[in-house]
């Protein structure tokens, strides 16, 4: 069984840094996309960076490039989310997104608070 599961998150004052980790299990470590979504409070879910395993490929938002950094652990199975000069515009609960041989997969989400 394929899991996901993130911790990290939290409240932190604006300009403040935070980093996410999604500990993912249950399947191979071959071919897949793994990333981050969030989703604010009253909007929709959104992504907001991933990185491709088979070539390393990332991908961010424009909301947050320049600002967080998505990187992988692979011996630990862990992608992190770095998330640097934080603004309260960044509050939402964090989603760990999996995409591996057509099939998708989420955790339960982290939230993170950020305070002016």
């Known amino acids: 069984e394929v899991q996901l599961v993130e911790s990290g998150g939290g409240l932190v004052e604006a300009g403040g840094s935070l980093r996410l980790s999604c500990a993912a299990s249950?399947?191979?470590?071959?071919?897949?996309?793994i990333g981050w979504f969030r989703q604010a409070p009253g909007k929709e879910r959104e992504g907001i960076s991933c990185?491709?395993?088979?070539?390393?490929?990332?991908y961010y938002d424009d909301s947050v490039k320049a600002r967080f950094t998505i990187s992988t652990d692979n011996a630990k199975n862990t992608v992190y989310l770095q998330m640097n000069s934080l603004k309260p515009e960044d509050t939402a609960v964090y989603y760990c997104n999996l995409h591996r041989h057509g099939s998708e997969y989420w955790g339960k989400g982290t939230p993170v608070t950020v305070s002016s």
């Open positions: 990185i491709s395993r088979s070539d390393g490929t990332t």
């Open positions: 249950g399947f191979t470590f071959d071919e897949y996309a």
